[in-house]
């Protein structure tokens, strides 16, 4: 069963009840997903900012768009206007094949993965995730890879309670860290 037809079949019903929400709409569920990868002292790379891209087209499934400078930093050598990043907002199918594909696959591949820590979901109930390495995704070959880089997911969801939110991602399968009191 894929994970959108996981989530409406089977886990908002049990969201509902454990909730006790008088609607489906009250439910809480993902609106999108967002890979986000700071340049940092790369920016003036071509050659960098190309391998991102390529990177995130194949993570994603879309192109990336380049995100700018909004103010001049000289500390930084940054003037408003720069390109200092690059990201990817999934929604709809798209997103719950990816979501499907971090939990399921991602997750065990990376290196001395110990769980998600529960403070990684802020009180909005949104997750974020950071990646050291981008090459966790199956589709990148290490053979291919140039640079190596760090990645943020965000999954945003529609309700501003952060316990909803946990368990939302808990249904979906997340692995959260064991706490031991």
């Known amino acids: 069963m894929k994970l959108k037809e996981k989530y409406y079949k089977k886990l908002r019903p049990e969201m509902r009840g454990k909730f006790a929400l008088k609607n489906d709409l009250l439910v809480p569920r993902l609106s999108k997903v967002v890979l986000n ?97 981008y090459t966790a995704f199956p589709e990148i070959k290490v053979e291919e890879v140039n640079q190596v880089y760090g990645l943020e997911v965000c999954l945003t969801t529609d309700t501003n309670n952060r316990e909803q939110g946990l368990e939302l991602f808990r249904l979906f399968g997340f692995p959260f860290k064991k706490v031991s009191k």
């Open 37 to 133: 990868v700071g340049f940092g002292h790369h920016f003036k790379e071509k050659e960098f900012v190309a391998d991102v891209e390529r990177g995130l087209t194949k993570i994603a499934g879309q192109k990336p768009i380049f995100t700018k400078a909004k103010k001049s930093v000289s500390a930084f050598k940054i003037r408003t206007g720069l390109i200092i990043g690059a990201k990817v907002t999934l929604r709809g199918q798209r997103m719950y094949d990816f979501v499907d594909k971090l939990v399921n696959i991602t997750f065990p591949r990376v290196r001395d993965f110990r769980g998600i820590d529960e403070k990684a979901v802020d009180r909005s109930g949104n997750l974020t995730v950071g990646f050291k390495e």
